[in-house]
């Protein structure tokens, strides 16, 4: 049998640092307030001049280090984000100049903060099907360039960052390792929850698009918490239930960093105890698609993830759409 395995991970987080402090001068907002309501402390801001391409490429780049691979052997690039560098072509094609890879698959994946869940489970299909050998899937946004940072509703939640991970084949005889289960939902009645009304064929761009603010994001926070919470936690539960496994048999949990609350109500809702999540919202925000990869990447340069381990990542975003996978390393 054939399995999919991460051969690497990669991380890129710009340098610039947005505190709680910072926006106290921007909104009516505080940093107590921040930090009880989410958890978040700081946000990356990427520098300007510098685009969703040029991370991504940096995080794809050190997954293929941590590989052991050049990015001359990458075949395919999945790339979920819904902040690409512009409309057309798919980021995932500059990134592949950018990266110096072959000629070969790249697209962009729009499934907001699950575009690393359903990457995962895209790029798992390719490689056991025997499609692909050596696949890219990066997580990336930019969402400080499309943010309203006179609301303090959205503005305070969210950052910039891009993390990846190489996938190849793993061929096993006896126990599996490497990508036990995938599951990728979706529930387009929720759509209006959150979104960026503007810039697409409902309102092309015009100067009345942006002078009506169309361009940033739109959220109803308590919506998408409360789906979060039972849409995640339910997730979990199916990727655990689909495995024969218990909630004492996940020894790790890499959930989308959104609101340190949702992850609680979802720790909650499995009985999985929080010290088996890994949690860096604090530092990054809200990062949507990069949340997974980046703090897989710090839990596996933190010695966290040990050979063995049954590891859960977890996201719902946008959509709304969310997923689960379940990974043995
Ligand atoms: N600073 C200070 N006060 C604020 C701020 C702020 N930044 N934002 C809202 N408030 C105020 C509200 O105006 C409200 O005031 P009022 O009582 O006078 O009306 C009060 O704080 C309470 O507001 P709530 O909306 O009830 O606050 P809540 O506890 O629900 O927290 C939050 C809001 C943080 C947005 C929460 O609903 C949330 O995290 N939702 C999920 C949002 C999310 O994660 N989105 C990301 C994309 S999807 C995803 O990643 C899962």
Same mark, same amino acid.
């Given at each position: 049998?054939?399995?999919?395995?991460?051969?690497?991970?990669?991380?890129?987080?710009?340098?610039?640092?947005?505190?709680?402090?910072?926006?106290?001068?921007?909104?009516?907002?505080?940093?107590?307030?921040?930090?009880?309501?989410?958890?978040?402390?700081?946000?990356?801001?990427?520098?300007?001049?510098?685009?969703?391409?040029?991370?991504?490429?940096?995080?794809?780049? =050190?997954?293929?280090?941590?590989?052991?691979?050049?990015?001359?052997?990458?075949?395919?690039?999945?790339?979920?984000?819904?902040?690409?560098?512009?409309?057309?072509?798919?980021?995932?094609?500059?990134?592949?100049?950018?990266?110096?890879?072959?000629?070969?698959?790249?697209?962009?994946?729009?499934?907001?903060?699950?575009?690393?869940?359903?990457?995962?489970?895209?790029?798992?299909?390719?490689?056991?099907?025997?499609?692909?050998?050596?696949?890219?899937?990066?997580?990336?946004?930019?969402? /400080?360039?499309?943010?309203?940072?006179?609301?303090?509703?959205?503005?305070?939640?969210?950052?910039?960052?891009?993390?990846?991970?190489?996938?190849?084949?793993?061929?096993?005889?006896?126990?599996?390792?490497?990508?036990? /289960?995938?599951?990728?939902?979706?529930?387009?009645?929720?759509?209006?929850?959150?979104?960026?009304?503007?810039?697409? /064929? =409902?309102?092309?761009?015009?100067?009345?698009?942006?002078?009506?603010?169309?361009?940033?994001? =739109?959220?109803?926070?308590?919506?998408?918490?409360?789906?979060?919470?039972?849409?995640?936690?339910?997730?979990?539960?199916?990727?655990?239930?689909?495995?024969?496994?218990?909630?004492?048999?996940?020894?790790?949990?890499?959930?989308?960093?959104?609101?340190?609350?949702?992850?609680?109500?979802?720790?909650?809702?499995?009985?999985?105890?929080?010290?088996?999540?890994?949690?860096?919202?604090?530092?990054?925000?809200?990062?949507?698609?990069?949340?997974?990869?980046?703090?897989?990447?710090?839990?596996?340069?933190?010695?966290?993830?040990?050979?063995?381990?049954?590891?859960?990542?977890?996201?719902?975003?946008?959509?709304?759409?969310?997923?689960?996978?379940?990974?043995?390393?």
């Amino acid at each position: 049998m054939i399995a999919t395995r991460i051969l690497g991970t990669g991380s890129a987080t710009p340098g610039a640092v947005l505190t709680n402090h910072d926006l106290e001068k921007m909104v009516n907002t505080s940093d107590a307030w921040i930090r009880e309501r989410t958890g978040i402390e700081n946000r990356r801001i990427l520098e300007p001049g510098r685009v969703t391409s040029d991370v991504a490429a940096e995080a794809g780049a =050190k997954a293929c280090t941590a590989a052991g691979i050049s990015p001359s052997e990458i075949d395919c690039i999945i790339l979920g984000t819904v902040t690409p560098d512009m409309p057309m072509p798919a980021t995932a094609t500059i990134v592949q100049q950018k990266l110096g890879a072959p000629v070969g698959a790249a697209f962009d994946l729009s499934a907001a903060c699950a575009g690393f869940i359903y990457g995962l489970g895209i790029g798992d299909a390719f490689v056991r099907q025997g499609v692909f050998k050596r696949v890219l899937v990066i997580g990336v946004e930019i969402l /400080s360039r499309v943010l309203d940072w006179k609301d303090r509703n959205t503005c305070v939640l969210f950052g910039d960052a891009a993390g990846a991970v190489v996938l190849g084949p793993e061929r096993w005889e006896v126990k599996p390792r490497g990508i036990l /289960s995938t599951h990728m939902l979706a529930d387009g009645t929720q759509w209006e929850q959150l979104y960026i009304p503007g810039g697409g /064929s =409902k309102h092309p761009t015009t100067s009345a698009t942006v002078a009506e603010n169309l361009h940033v994001v =739109k959220m109803n926070g308590k919506a998408v918490f409360a789906h979060a919470v039972r849409n995640i936690a339910s997730a979990c539960q199916t990727a655990i239930d689909a495995n024969g496994l218990r909630a004492e048999d996940v020894d790790l949990v890499v959930a989308h960093q959104a609101n340190l609350r949702i992850v609680e109500g979802v720790a909650q809702r499995c009985n999985l105890p929080m010290s088996k999540f890994y949690i860096n919202i604090q530092k990054y925000g809200n990062t949507s698609s990069a949340s997974i990869p980046v703090a897989l990447d710090e839990a596996v340069r933190e010695g966290r993830v040990k050979e063995g381990m049954n590891i859960l990542f977890c996201a719902l975003g946008a959509g709304f759409s969310w997923g689960s996978t379940l990974y043995r390393w």
